[in-house]
C-alpha cells in the first residue's frame, strides 16, 4: 500500500523545519507523495533547501523554503506570518529541526548548554507558539508534530543536555495538547531510535550489532519510517491522538535487562 492509498494531505499546507536534509528532507518527501504542499525551513543549507524545493515541486506539489533560526521568536513570527501570505495558511507543522552534539558531562560549558537549549527546546516551543497562532487566527483545525528522543526518558552518555532538552520538549507535547485542544489543534511526538544514515557506522564501533541485537525487529530504524510517524501523526487517521509520544525505535527499550 502507497502512502497516499492510506491517507491524504491534497490541499493541505505543511511545514517542515530542517526539511533540507537527513529526517526533515525525507519527512518533506514524505508529505509530498501523499499530495501536501511542503515549506521547509533552514538555517545554513541554503543550496541544500533550494534543491529540495526543486525536487518536491517536481512531485507536483507547491514548495518553498525560508530562512529561520528559530531560537529567536521574532524571526518565528515573521517567518510563521510569512509562510502564511505564501501558502494562505499552515495546516501542519512538523518541528523537525535540532542540534545533536556529544558532550561528557564535566565538559559542557554554559554555551554549550545554553545552544543546546536555543535550538533543541526554545526554538521549538516558541515556532510552535508562533504557527499555532497562525491556525487560530485562521480557525485552522491543525496539527503540530515534534521530533522527541529515546533519550528524553532514558539516560544517554555524553548527551546528557540534549536528553534534558528533548524531556522538555515531552512535556512541552503534553502542556500544549491540553491548552491547544480547545482550538481544534493536535500535539503530538515521535521519538526515533538509531536512524541509519551514511557514515553512522563510523560514529561507534559495533554500534549496529549491538543496537540490532537489542531491538525485536533486529535493526536500525529508517528515515522514511520517522516520515511515516509523522504522517499518521498529522493525518485525520490520528483525529483522536493528542498529547502522546510514539516511540519508532523497533522496540529497542523492551530489550531484557538481564539476558
Given at each position: 500500500?502507497?502512502?497516499?492509498?492510506?491517507?491524504?494531505?491534497?490541499?493541505?499546507?505543511?511545514?517542515?523545519?530542517?526539511?533540507?536534509?537527513?529526517?526533515?528532507?525525507?519527512?518533506?518527501?514524505?508529505?509530498?507523495?501523499?499530495?501536501?504542499?511542503?515549506?521547509?525551513?533552514?538555517?545554513?543549507?541554503?543550496?541544500k533547501a533550494h534543491d529540495k524545493v526543486a525536487e518536491l515541486k517536481a512531485m507536483g506539489v507547491d514548495a518553498d523554503a525560508f530562512k529561520l533560526d528559530h531560537s529567536d521568536?521574532?524571526?518565528?513570527?515573521?517567518?510563521?506570518?510569512?509562510?502564511?501570505k505564501r501558502f494562505g495558511r499552515i495546516d501542519s507543522l512538523v518541528n523537525n529541526a535540532g542540534t545533536y552534539p556529544w558532550c561528557a558531562l564535566m565538559e559542557i560549558t554554559?554555551?554549550?548548554?545554553?545552544?543546546?537549549?536555543?535550538?533543541?527546546?526554545?526554538?521549538?516551543?516558541?515556532?510552535?507558539?508562533?504557527?499555532?497562532?497562525?491556525?487560530?487566527?485562521?480557525?485552522?483545525?491543525?496539527?503540530?508534530?515534534?521530533?522527541?528522543?529515546?533519550?528524553?526518558?532514558?539516560?544517554?552518555?555524553?548527551?546528557?543536555?540534549?536528553?534534558?532538552?528533548?524531556?522538555?520538549?515531552?512535556m512541552m507535547i503534553r502542556c500544549m495538547a491540553v491548552e491547544l485542544g480547545p482550538h481544534g489543534i493536535r500535539v503530538n511526538g515521535v521519538a526515533p531510535g538509531v536512524i541509519?544514515?551514511?557514515?553512522?557506522?563510523?560514529?561507534?564501533?559495533?554500534?549496529?550489532?549491538?543496537?540490532?541485537?537489542?531491538?525485536?525487529?533486529?535493526?536500525?530504524?529508517?528515515?522514511?519510517?520517522?516520515?511515516?510517524?509523522?504522517?499518521?501523526?498529522?493525518?485525520?487517521?490520528?483525529?483522536?491522538?493528542?498529547?502522546?509520544?510514539?516511540?519508532?525505535?523497533?522496540?529497542?527499550?523492551?530489550?531484557?535487562?538481564?539476558?
Amino acid at each position: 500500500m502507497s502512502r497516499k492509498e492510506f491517507v491524504t494531505f491534497e490541499g493541505k499546507n505543511v511545514v517542515v523545519t530542517g526539511g533540507a536534509k537527513g529526517i526533515g528532507a525525507s519527512i518533506a518527501t514524505g508529505f509530498a507523495e501523499v499530495g501536501a504542499n511542503v515549506c521547509i525551513t533552514y538555517l545554513t543549507n541554503e543550496a541544500k533547501a533550494h534543491d529540495k524545493v526543486a525536487e518536491l515541486k517536481a512531485m507536483g506539489v507547491d514548495a518553498d523554503a525560508f530562512k529561520l533560526d528559530h531560537s529567536d521568536p521574532k524571526q518565528c513570527e515573521a517567518v510563521s506570518k510569512a509562510i502564511v501570505k505564501r501558502f494562505g495558511r499552515i495546516d501542519s507543522l512538523v518541528n523537525n529541526a535540532g542540534t545533536y552534539p556529544w558532550c561528557a558531562l564535566m565538559e559542557i560549558t554554559e554555551k554549550v548548554w545554553d545552544d543546546m537549549f536555543d535550538t533543541n527546546t526554545k526554538g521549538v516551543f516558541f515556532f510552535s507558539q508562533q504557527v499555532a497562532k497562525r491556525m487560530i487566527e485562521a480557525g485552522t483545525h491543525g496539527s503540530i508534530v515534534c521530533i522527541s528522543s529515546l533519550s528524553a526518558t532514558n539516560p544517554t552518555p555524553f548527551i546528557m543536555h540534549y536528553g534534558m532538552a528533548k524531556a522538555a520538549i515531552d512535556m512541552m507535547i503534553r502542556c500544549m495538547a491540553v491548552e491547544l485542544g480547545p482550538h481544534g489543534i493536535r500535539v503530538n511526538g515521535v521519538a526515533p531510535g538509531v536512524i541509519d544514515a551514511p557514515g553512522i557506522d563510523d560514529g561507534v564501533p559495533e554500534w549496529r550489532a549491538r543496537y540490532s541485537s537489542r531491538a525485536p525487529v533486529g535493526r536500525f530504524g529508517k528515515p522514511e519510517e520517522i516520515a511515516d510517524a509523522c504522517i499518521y501523526l498529522a493525518s485525520s487517521r490520528a483525529s483522536n491522538i493528542t498529547g502522546d509520544i510514539i516511540q519508532d525505535s523497533g522496540g529497542v527499550l523492551l530489550a531484557p535487562a538481564f539476558l
